[in-house]
């Protein structure tokens, strides 16, 4: 059953408020109603000033797909490899690996705008990013419903298309509220774990902190990694993953390719033992798409939560017994 069942928050400082938006100047570079010079208030704390949008490169996949969706995706020169979406994306020269950054192959860009998530590293690579003169907005990136709706206000306003960003993001809220099942919700609630598998070199189970947890409950399933007490993620534990005794594997495609599918998926940690591996239930999403939290969410939501519609729920092993 692989489907295939196979920080602080992100503000426009004062300068940027709309009382003195009236004072701003629209620069030659601003496009498609780009309003420039903004100031804004990023993740940190730091207040960094946007004088141009001509080269933007955002190092992080889901924040250069908000910058496409937004519109300004002609003026992204570069991107880091996990922008996979839009193509036009995937297609641009890449920067390397949003957590492995290096400030000359950045530099060699000429970038005149920098956007970036807390994911993006290490600190020494940005720090000298910044010592280049270069503006670089940490944005927010909650794992929660709302978490989408304010990076595209926060892209938005470092773009200066605040209105844009809002209205973008108000529909996307609208969607994922949509999408989500009702909280008197009385149908079969699938047990979930989420996993991220690249090869033999990272093999875990995603908790809290990942974008799966808050999806798994909206979209009707049970995040076992609560009852596992996992904050950000954890080594699957074969011991552990069969007391949890998930009914569905949940993995990004690539890491699923990674392990030669689902049958070398279910040989790792006790997964062929649980009831999800015993059933073959795995369902495999684009990385971006279900780690990302960006502007397809509302998608991605609704496609789990009909997913997992389709599921086999383990019947309890207290229930078997009194039946």
Do not use: H
């Not at 059953?1 to 920080?7: E, F, P, T």
């Not at 290096?102 to 020494?124: H, K, M, Q, R």
């Not at 971006?288 to 009909?306: K, V």
Request: aromatic share 4%.
């Amino acid at each position: 059953m692989v489907r295939a069942l196979l920080g602080a928050a992100f503000v426009l400082a004062l300068s940027g408020c709309a009382e003195s938006s009236s004072a701003s100047i629209e620069t030659p570079e601003s496009t498609d109603g780009a309003t420039l010079p903004v100031t804004v208030v990023d993740e940190t704390g730091a207040e960094i000033t946007i004088e141009s949008i001509e080269r933007i490169i955002p190092l992080d996949g889901d924040v250069a797909e908000v910058v496409f969706a937004l519109g300004l995706g002609d003026n992204v020169v570069a991107t880091d490899l996990s922008a996979t979406y839009p193509p036009e994306a995937d297609a641009l020269p890449e920067i390397g690996y949003q957590r492995a950054l290096s400030a000359e192959t950045v530099a060699s860009f000429a970038p005149t705008l920098l956007l970036a998530t807390d994911i993006a590293g290490p600190p020494e690579a940005l720090d000298d990013m910044r010592r280049l003169g270069y503006p670089l907005v940490i944005l927010p990136n909650e794992a929660t419903p709302t978490g989408a709706g304010l990076k595209i206000r926060a892209v938005a306003a470092a773009l200066g298309i605040p209105q844009r960003g809002e209205e973008m993001a108000d529909a996307l809220d609208a969607a994922i509220a949509e999408a989500s099942v009702p909280p008197d919700y009385d149908g079969d609630r699938p047990r979930v774990v989420a996993l991220y598998v690249r090869g033999t070199v990272a093999q875990l189970v995603l908790g809290e902190s990942a974008n799966t947890r808050w999806l798994i409950n909206a979209a009707g399933g049970v995040d076992v990694s609560e009852e596992m007490g996992i904050d950000s993620s954890a080594p699957i534990s074969a011991e552990a993953i069969l007391v949890a005794a998930p009914d569905v594997l949940l993995v990004p495609e690539a890491g699923l390719e990674s392990v030669g599918g689902v049958d070398g998926l279910l040989e790792i940690g006790g997964l062929g033992q649980t009831p999800a591996g015993l059933n073959r239930q795995v369902l495999a999403y684009d990385d971006q798409l279900l780690l990302g939290n960006g502007p397809r969410t509302a998608e991605m939501l609704a496609q789990l939560r009909d997913d997992l519609r389709t599921v086999i729920v383990a019947v309890p092993t207290d229930l078997k017994e009194d039946s």
